[in-house]
């Protein structure tokens, strides 16, 4: 039995790096993972456009390589994150980009051994047909879910806080899609921050259907810094998903308050490395 450094769960923790170690160069960051004790890694999409040119991704597959960590999950490319823009699964007119960032995921993910893929569900538009958005969303994420099916992996659908415009705001939204898309390899990501924002019931999503939760975020609230921080029950979640069979990993996704090395505190540098 490892180690669990009186932890009340045994669950794996992987480390985002789209949040956390920002302060460094992208390429550096999985370094500092690997300093801080962690084994996994996680990111948002790494790059500004949905195919980047084969430098910028052999110098991004270097960079996890030199450190010696396994990425877990990647983001599709999103569109413009800075701008608002929260995934293109459901814009309609960018199908063809959606596609072509599917692929260069998924190919990017076989290179790094990546088996996670998260696809942000896409904003409601302006004057388009919400009906409308959801078909196509079916489609593409049906597109995704066998594009990843050919190297064994899964999507990941999930809720957001914060993004008015963003439809899947609980863990009941994403059911909703994925009663209606009926693929196995299509799962919730249950990030605890976003739901708990949004007002889901916590205890209900870390206890029922977690045999359909593919990943697991976390960041407490309010303010979705380090664990500690606001008010959630964070380590009492997690237990009760693993109690409840969950077996995932556990991203550790938040906005640190401070330096990322420090904001790492809470978690007993023995834990860091069991992914
Ligand atoms: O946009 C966010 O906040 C995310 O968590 C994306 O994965």
């Keep these: 039995m490892a180690d669990l450094a009186g932890s009340r769960h045994a669950l794996p923790y992987v480390l985002n790096l789209s949040l956390v170690f920002t302060e460094l160069p992208l390429l550096d960051r ?22 980047p040119d084969a430098a910028e991704v052999d110098a991004f597959v270097a960079s996890v390589e030199r450190a010696g960590v396994a990425v877990t999950g990647l983001n599709f490319f999103p569109g413009d994150m800075a701008g608002g823009d929260r995934g293109l699964v459901t814009w309609t007119g960018r199908e063809d980009e959606f596609a072509r960032s599917v692929a260069s995921a998924i190919e990017l993910g076989e290179r790094l051994g990546c088996r996670r893929f998260n696809a942000l569900y896409g ?4 004057g388009a047909d919400p009906a409308g958005q959801d078909k196509l969303g ?22 957001l806080s914060g993004a008015e415009k963003y439809p899947l705001k609980t863990a009941a939204d994403v059911w909703e899609v994925l009663d ?44 979705r810094h380090q664990p500690g921080t606001g008010t959630l029950d964070i380590e009492g979640y997690l237990e009760k998903l693993q109690t409840a069979g969950y077996r995932g990993q556990v991203g550790v996704e938040y906005k640190p308050d401070g330096p990322s090395a420090d904001s790492l505190s809470w978690l007993p540098f023995e834990r860091r490395g069991l992914a």
Excluded: C, M
């Design 30 to 51: 999985a370094e500092a993972a690997r300093a801080a004790g962690f084994t996994a890694v996680e990111y948002w999409w790494p790059f500004e456009t949905p195919v």
């Design 123 to 126: 904003n409601r538009i302006d």
């Design 138 to 159: 079916l489609s593409n994420l049906a597109l995704a879910s066998d594009a990843a099916a050919r190297i064994d992996a899964e999507i990941v659908l999930e809720p």
């Design 180 to 223: 209606e898309l009926g693929q196995d390899n299509v799962k919730l990501l249950a990030d605890l921050y976003h739901l708990a924002v949004n007002g889901d019931d916590l205890d209900t999503v870390t206890t029922v259907h977690t045999g359909r939760i593919g990943h697991v975020q976390i960041a407490d609230a309010p303010g």
